[in-house]
């Protein structure tokens, strides 16, 4: 069979890397695809991006499955294309991925199922939001309601903060339409984790648990990112708390998209936030809904799956997701996201890469902002490369993907040492 997935970044890497694996696949195209897929061995870059384009690719060639990497192509309707061609994708349609495409949209769904998640109110209007943020106090965390990149939550220590984000979201029009709108939230205290399943509309299939690291620097300083390591398992995520996020929270989501007539075909992601306290009782929950896998989560998440995973999206377009299981190594894998100088800001490009090593079973460098320049690999976006590498403890998995780490070579690259420390704190 031959495969496609969409989009550029180490989560679609890993998704076609993943995907090369299986004896049933016989071509896997990448569209756009970056400098790594274009190298990879037994990957094709494509360049195509609009829907109505990638369908007619899927039909002419002959694709007998699509996978949707990041969230704006769902947003933009992509599923849609493909099923009205009865092209077979996995990804969620235009209206079911508004959980993430309008934080409007998630905070009133997860009100209406009762799954918990933080007191909020939505804003069109700027001084209705100071009211609210001086009636509410500090620390509050405000939220543009659409797509922002990453760019569209500011957790605010301080009122002015708060108020400089609604300024600028609702008043100077910083994120365009995305900010025209704003959730004004409350402030959650915990520990977060990275939930992800893949859903059918009905039934619900969890992958392995995962933690990521949203800020720029050690020790969770500086300023969010998109995400600059991630490791899987999480120990969080206890066989207890486990069970309760599918009871508490991803199956009455999977149940009130199917009750409110937008059944959610896709991998759905669910980032919780773990309050304090005995895993039978402690607080979670839902800090946001993304459509997709994460990234950099998937790249240590598919370092450790062992099942062929074209199975498992053949039984999920076809609503028998009920039939699959899916094996995990029971080691770690962890994930070091080297970023680009000035990122997350404004990312400096064209830094030539070096010193990049052969992939092993248990050591693959995946590639996100890299682009090929005749023979020379070259930085192309704020997350460069992720680092993954499988191994018998935490302590060894990040040992391993530190030493390739120190080994590869780019202008300014910038990444934490501290991935997983959460795992390793006594
Ligand atoms: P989101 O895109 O909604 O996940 O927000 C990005 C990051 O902001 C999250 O991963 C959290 O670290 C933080 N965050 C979001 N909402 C809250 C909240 N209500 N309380 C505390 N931190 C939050
Ligand atoms: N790593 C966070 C995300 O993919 O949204």
Redesign the pocket.
Known sequence: MKVLIIGSGGREHAIAWHLLKSPRVSQVFVAPGNGGTATHEGLSNLNIQAPEELADFASREGIGMTVVGPEAPLAAGVVDAFKARGLAIFGPTKASAQLESSKDFAKQFLVRHQIPT?AYATFEDPQAAHAYIDQQGAPI?V?ADGLAAGKG?V?AMTLDEAHTAVDAMLGDGALGQAGARVVI????TGE?ASFIVMADGQNILPLASSQDH?RLLDGDQGP?TGGMGAYSPAPIVSPVIHDRIMREVIQPTIEGMASDGLPYSGFLYA?V?IGDGDDATRPIKV??FNCRMGDPETQPIFLRLRSDLLDALEAATQGRLNEITLDWDPRTALGVVMASANYPDTPRTGDAITNLPQNTDTCVVFHAGTTLDGQTLRTSGGRVLCVTALADTVEEAREDAYAIVDQIQFEGAQFRRDIAWRALKS
Not at 185 to 188: G, I, M, N, S, T
């Open positions: 933080a965390v939220k939550v957790v939230e409350e402030f959650l977060e949203k969010n980032g936030m800090l946001e």
